[in-house]
């Protein structure tokens, strides 16, 4: 299986900053890392798909980029609504696997 | 706008069979792939398995010997069935779509779709 590695596991940030998130892959996948943003009690929900394609009606403040095994998940204004759990990814092969997840909360 | 809801028993004995059913409202189930993918805080979200609209399934190797997703393509639902289970089978389960993007046999689309998911305990 390929494994899926986020990093950092968590953090704290204030509304209005920069954040990202990395995710590694251990074998290369190309450009199939997609990223979930997770609420408490909610469904994750699709936010970059194929690496860098922002899924209709996401936010622009969210991009995303790489390919090979390295990713990033960028916020670049962090929202009230932004805090939550984000999660990588890889559809490049079965069993699709995910991270371990990121949370991004307040500081 | 496709919706998706999870339904189906909240407790399982163990050794019994998990059974959850996806109803698909709003689009049509044709044309798309489902997916069964469930989350504990002790392995994060795992991926079960999928369908086609027309049946080919595909299923996480972890899963396999106990694992059956089916499709009914009348009632615009497609259901899972995960036999002999046991407390680490405690999890949410959700259940979510792909459009059909396939590089030869090998479906490679992210989940673009949830349901809201539906918590299965595992317990006597």
């Known amino acids: 299986d390929i494994q899926m590695t986020q990093s950092p596991s968590s953090l704290s940030a204030s509304v209005g900053d920069s954040v990202t998130i990395t995710c590694r892959a251990s074998?290369?996948?190309?450009?199939?890392c997609n990223w979930y943003q997770q609420k408490p009690g909610k469904a994750p929900k699709l936010l970059i798909y194929?690496?860098?394609n922002l899924q209709s009606g996401v936010p622009l403040d969210f991009s995303g980029s790489g390919s090979g095994t390295d990713f990033t998940l960028t916020i670049s204004s962090l929202q009230p609504e932004d805090f939550a759990t984000y999660y990588c990814?890889?559809?490049?092969?079965?069993?699709?696997?995910f991270g371990q997840g990121t949370r991004v909360d307040i500081k | 706008q496709v919706r998706l809801q999870e339904s189906g028993p909240g407790l399982v004995k163990p050794s019994e069979t998990l059974s959850l059913t996806c109803t698909v409202s709003?689009?049509?189930?044709?044309?798309?792939?489902w997916s069964w993918i469930r989350q504990t805080p002790g392995k994060g979200l795992e991926w079960i398995g999928y369908?086609?609209?027309?049946?080919?399934?595909n299923y996480n190797p972890s899963f396999k010997s106990r694992v059956t997703i089916s499709v009914d393509t009348s009632q615009s639902q497609f259901s899972l069935k995960l036999n002999f289970v046991t407390t680490a089978d405690t999890a949410f389960y959700f259940c979510?779509?792909?459009?059909?993007?396939?590089?030869?046999?090998?479906?490679?689309?992210?989940?673009?779709?949830w349901g809201q998911g539906t918590l299965v305990t595992v317990s006597s």
């Open positions: 194929n690496a860098n």
């Open positions: 074998q290369d996948i190309y450009v199939y």
């Open positions: 979510a779509s792909s459009p059909p993007h396939l590089n030869g046999n090998t479906l490679r689309a992210a989940f673009d779709m």
């Open positions: 990814q890889q559809s490049y092969s079965t069993p699709q696997t």
């Open positions: 709003g689009g049509s189930i044709s044309a798309y792939y």
């Open positions: 369908i086609s609209y027309n049946g080919k399934t």
